[in-house]
């Protein structure tokens, strides 16, 4: 395993490199659909040069990152190549770890023999699980979207990290970490609070904790984990105020994140909504589409209660999809889950047709750009057609997969092949 | 949702396409072409119309009277020109200053990468002369570009006469609201290049140039004026620009507008309009003018000296004077007044021409086609490619029959790991060697000319050429079939893989042709979707082999030559035609070279190895 997985990183970390030296770099960091207003390594070159200054970074409406990410650039702006490497590297690695280390588990499902006799060939055989992490690791490391993310220098391979490292310590069963990193994640994007379920779900279902309101045990765990991470969370930004001498980066960052002032064109659903609407509706509209991130935690945490690492994978799915400023290495995050539902494969449906669309989605974005921006002969809706296009096809992928887990569950019950009452073969329609 | 949802429907909507396939398919390409013919039926189309509320009424006064002495400026001019055996700058310079302008000049060189021989130029180097009327009614903020090129021998001295003469008599108005800028520029395109460069401050294509001394607003429009005699019988209108770039119809219509005030005749693609819609000769005269229209947009050259202003976002046209005999004739004042009520229009935009369409077809003046018309016809197209991937997709995921039952051992496991690894070997293998040989089509041509030239008895521009087409031809010999020393074979789940791929590949690319220049996307697909279609291992190998060369780009091509002499109904020789050829990919390169277009790149980068991939899979076994 770890040969490969070597090489693996040798071929990604040339790509980069190469990739960093070429004059492609230049026009990749300027690219909408790579780097958002968040993320953009420009900015952050902006925010650096207001501090060194004296100035604080958050004067003028440029800079909207952590002050964390700010001092840890501060320290490696020099080396900041060498920095989205090694955090694209290293979440790559955690992820593989993590789900070597998740199917360890899953091998006694194998044993168990509590599922009828007919769905052994929907369990996977450990020689199939072998090559999962491996894929994992290809998924991400190769996938283009984090090849872009990466050469744009877009600080969204850091957010990754620090969730890949969330995942991991989560499934570790480390309380402590995992509510640190989650505090650190939250820190860094607020979205990834909605991923506190999963991880709960996961840790109680780790310490046979029954999930029941009316336990103690439940809510005595809940405490200590909101503890933890409401701690973690409210040294995290003492940290930041010490550090930065005043509360500036609270409007600046998170009003920034909610708020959505800045309409730039992205991938996501946001810009053009709010860019057209009146005024007045501004404020409602605002909360609908933000709720709309959250809101989906609570029907999933019910439905998958069983299944945490699932959720997650939802979940990271549904913030990267909805969320405000969203760009193609949130994307890349969640796609290299994909290969771990390998198992899944034979009950999806549409995959042909949302791989077409997605594929035909991306070649078309720098296109339509071309033809809204600087040829002038398109114009915004032709643009935001492709993007509600690209959504569109992301949510059918996501709800695909969730249908498939949905229906192998079902057939993990109930057999693989299912008979009407008359004998003859029954299909399962979803309606 | 139903179809999404419900495995009965879908099962039975996918098991119809995939044994209709074949059929459907023939059916979609032939809607698809005739489609496309019948957009140019008149009742099928549009009627231009002003959609600018700025320009809306012709309610200005043309009284432009001095066309006679813009003749005889033109002359002057000419005499100059001779003496001084290339732009008269002095002379021009002193005369703009004398009708009260601000005159300014800039200096350009530039060394072509291989001589051109049809224009028989290589290091090239001249100056720009322009003058700027201030608009006297408004804060300086916009500008509109009056242009005329001055070329080598006797052409165009009419235009610059005419440019000098509405210059003269502009300046004496009071109403305008833009700053007018007369440019007069050498070398045509080059010239335009250098000066629209310094214009914005943007240097893409590593011209030398001196900066601009004096400067405008930003330009709104702009018109290119080309005149070669003292009468004319018509004007012409010329719109395609670089890759395929289309001004804002608006400019067209306004063109329309005042040819009909006026009384000119007017014609475009050098075709009159004519009113027998219903007869076959006037159809196909519809026909033929479409594509004239479409030949130009898919070369994706600039056809006028306006054809580089779209890149800047700027609406231009250029304006043709043609003298061919016919009993009506226009005097340079009726042109003069022409082109003064335009400015005058354009005047008093209030916004960049923005209301009416930048994406249409012209079966003639007054009618046009929409994005929205003209996409069906290559959709239809594009649908052959998705149904046949579909239908890989189909046989790829259901295996032939299934063996074992439900217990997997190991062995067979290990076996299926092993094949996935070839057969990403051996998808990978030709998709890296076709693009590799794509780049060498791209790069080497110009890189080997040197040593080309020392070796052979060629000039420069043949041995371009000529290496383009040995590089074109090689590609085709290459050993694709690397798979073969993996596995031993090919096989049948190797070769769907690798159609499958080249299938989507080939939808998305001539999908995102299409949008930027429909007219070479839908020549593209016209050809390369019955082969992307038809191709498999197992059908005959030689005459599939003919057929797939005849449909390869480099042919389509030769043919789109032939059938560009024959609709200029300038028929010529096969021996003329590889002449031609032969000059139209130097023309294409140096295109590519000097203003940037896209096509020479995105067919030996992207479109070649696309076709390469179907060579490899038809000699896949």
């Not at chain 2, 023939?26 to 008149?42: D, K, N, P, R, S």
């Not at chain 2, 003058?131 to 001295?157: M, Q, Y």
């Not at chain 2, 030949?295 to 304006?319: C, N, V």
């Not at chain 2, 020479?600 to 076994?621: A, E, H, K, Q, R």
Request: proline residues 5%; glycine residues 6%.
């Amino acid at each position: 395993m770890a040969a490969p997985l070597t090489l693996l990183l040798l071929v990604a970390v040339t790509v980069r490199a190469a990739l960093f030296r070429s004059s492609l770099s230049e026009l990749i960091s300027e690219r909408v659909e790579v780097v958002s207003p968040l993320t953009a390594w420009k900015r952050v070159i902006e925010g650096l040069a207001l501090l060194d200054l004296g100035v604080s970074p958050y004067s003028g409406d440029v800079f909207h990152e952590t002050p964390l990410t700010i001092y840890l650039f501060h320290f490696l702006v020099d080396y900041a190549e060498v920095t989205f490497m090694v955090s694209v590297a290293g979440s790559s690695v955690v992820v593989t770890y993590l789900i070597l280390f998740q199917f360890r588990k899953q091998k006694f499902a194998l044993e168990a023999d509590r599922y009828p006799l007919d769905c052994l060939e929907l369990i996977r055989s450990p020689k199939e699980m072998y090559y999962i992490p491996l894929k994992v690791a290809m998924f991400y490391l190769l996938n283009p979207f984090t090849i872009l993310s990466c050469v744009a220098k877009s600080t969204c391979g850091l957010n990754n990290a620090i969730i890949a490292l969330f995942i991991l310590s989560t499934i570790k069963g480390n309380v402590l970490l995992s509510a640190i990193f989650l505090s650190l994640a939250t820190y860094q994007s607020i979205y990834p609070l909605t991923l506190c379920a999963p991880a709960l779900l996961y840790l109680m279902q780790r310490q046979y904790i029954p999930v029941n309101f009316r336990r103690a045990s439940f809510w005595w765990f809940i405490v200590q984990y909101a503890f933890m991470y409401l701690g973690s969370l409210f040294v995290i930004i003492c940290l930041s105020f010490f550090l930065l001498g005043s509360w500036d980066y609270l409007p600046s960052v998170y009003g920034f994140i909610l708020s959505v002032p800045d309409l730039t064109p992205n991938i996501g659903l946001f810009w053009y909504f709010f860019a057209e609407m009146f005024e007045h509706f501004r404020l409602f509209f605002l909360c609908v589409f933000q709720i709309n991130v959250f809101f989906y935690t609570i029907p999933l945490s019910i439905k998958l209660k069983e299944h945490p690492v699932f959720l997650i994978f939802m979940q990271l799915a549904v913030i990267s999809i909805f969320k405000s400023y969203p760009t193609v290495g949130d994307i890349s995050l969640y796609m290299a889950f994909l290969p771990v539902w390998s198992h899944l494969h034979r009950f999806l449906r549409n995959i042909f047709l949302v791989s077409c669309v997605l594929l035909a989605c991306s070649a078309l974005f720098p296109v339509l750009w071309h033809l809204w921006i600087y040829a002038g002969s398109a114009n915004s809706n032709f643009y935001y057609a492709i993007t509600l296009l690209f959504n569109v096809a992301q949510i059918l992928l996501v709800s695909d997969y969730f249908y498939a887990f949905l229906r192998r569950e079902h057939h993990l019950t109930y057999g693989l092949y299912l008979k009407r009452k008359d004998g003859s073969e029954a299909t399962l329609v979803l309606k | 949702m139903g179809l999404l949802s419900d495995p009965n429907r879908r099962r039975a909507l996918i098991s119809l396409l995939t044994r209709l396939n074949t059929p459907i398919c023939i059916v979609c390409y032939m809607a698809g072409v005739a489609w496309f013919m019948g957009l140019a039926f008149e009742p099928f189309t549009l009627r231009t119309y002003m959609s600018e509320n700025a320009m809306g009424s012709t309610m200005v006064e043309e009284r432009f009277p001095a066309g006679e002495r813009a003749l005889a400026t033109g002359r002057e001019f000419s005499a100059h020109k001779k003496r001084t055996g290339g732009m008269p700058v002095e002379w021009l310079m002193k005369t703009m200053q004398a009708k009260g302008l601000e005159v300014f000049t800039q200096r350009f060189s530039r060394t072509l990468p291989f001589p051109d021989e049809n224009k028989e130029r290589y290091m090239v180097r001249g100056t720009n002369v322009y003058g700027i009327l201030r608009a006297p009614r408004a804060p300086r903020t916009e500008a509109l570009v009056l242009s005329a090129p001055c070329s080598p021998g006797d052409n165009n001295n009419q235009a610059v006469g005419l440019l000098l003469g509405l210059a003269e008599y502009f300046r004496n108005q009071i109403y305008w609201a833009k700053d007018i800028i007369f440019l007069v520029n050498e070398h045509d395109l080059i010239g335009m290049q250098a000066w629209l460069e310094g214009y914005h401050h943007t240097n893409t294509t590593g011209m030398d140039w001196s900066p601009l001394q004096g400067r405008g607003g930003s330009i709104q429009a702009a018109l290119s004026l080309e005149l070669s005699s003292d009468i004319i019988t018509s004007l012409d209108l010329v719109l395609e620009g670089l890759n395929g770039q289309l001004p804002n119809l608006d400019l067209a219509n306004l063109f329309y507008a005042f040819c009909q005030k006026i009384g000119v005749l007017c014609t475009i693609q050098g075709k009159l309009q004519r009113n027998d819609w219903d007869s076959v000769s006037g159809y196909s005269h519809a026909v033929q003018t479409m594509m004239l229209m479409v030949m130009k947009q898919a070369s994706g050259r600039p056809w006028g000296d306006h054809g580089l202003f779209l890149r800047y976002h700027i609406e231009a046209a250029t304006i043709k004077g043609v003298n061919s005999f016919r009993q009506y004739k226009t005097d340079a004042t009726t042109i003069g007044r022409l082109l003064e009520g335009m400015y005058r229009k354009l005047n008093n935009l209030l916004e960049r021409l923005h209301q009416s369409y930048f994406f249409y077809l012209m079966p003639s003046l007054s009618h046009f086609v929409s994005i929205g018309y003209y996409m069906p016809a290559f959709g239809l197209l594009a649908v052959i490619l998705l149904l046949r991937a579909l239908d890989l997709w189909v046989q790829l995921s259901t295996p032939p029959q299934r063996t074992e039952d439900g217990v997997t051992d190991i062995e067979p496991v290990r076996g299926t790991h092993f094949k996935t690894v070839a057969d990403l070997l051996s998808l990978l293998t030709p998709l890296v060697i076709s693009h590799l040989t794509g780049v060498a089509l791209y790069m080497l041509p110009i890189r080997f000319q040197e040593m080309a030239v020392e070796h052979f008895p060629v000039s420069e521009t043949e041995a371009v050429v000529l290496t383009a087409i040995a590089v074109y031809t090689a590609g085709l010999a290459l050993p694709h079939n690397t798979h073969r020393l993996l596995s031993g074979e090919g096989t049948e789940q190797g070769w769907r893989v690798l159609k499958l791929v080249a299938v989507l590949y080939l939808a998305v690319l001539l999908g995102c042709t299409a949008l930027i220049n429909f007219s070479l996307g839908f020549i593209l697909a016209l050809t390369l979707v019955p082969v992307a279609a038809f191709v498999t291992p197992h059908v005959p190998k030689v005459l599939s082999a003919f057929i797939l060369v005849i449909l390869s780009p480099a042919c389509t091509l030769l043919f789109s030559v032939f059938f560009f002499q024959e609709l200029q109904e300038m028929p010529i020789s096969f021996q003329d035609g590889w002449l031609l050829f032969l000059s139209v990919i130097s023309q294409g390169i140096l295109d590519h070279s000097l203003y940037g277009s896209l096509v020479y790149p995105l067919i030996t980068l992207l479109v070649y190895p696309c076709w390469l991939l179907f060579w490899n899979i038809l000699f896949w076994n």
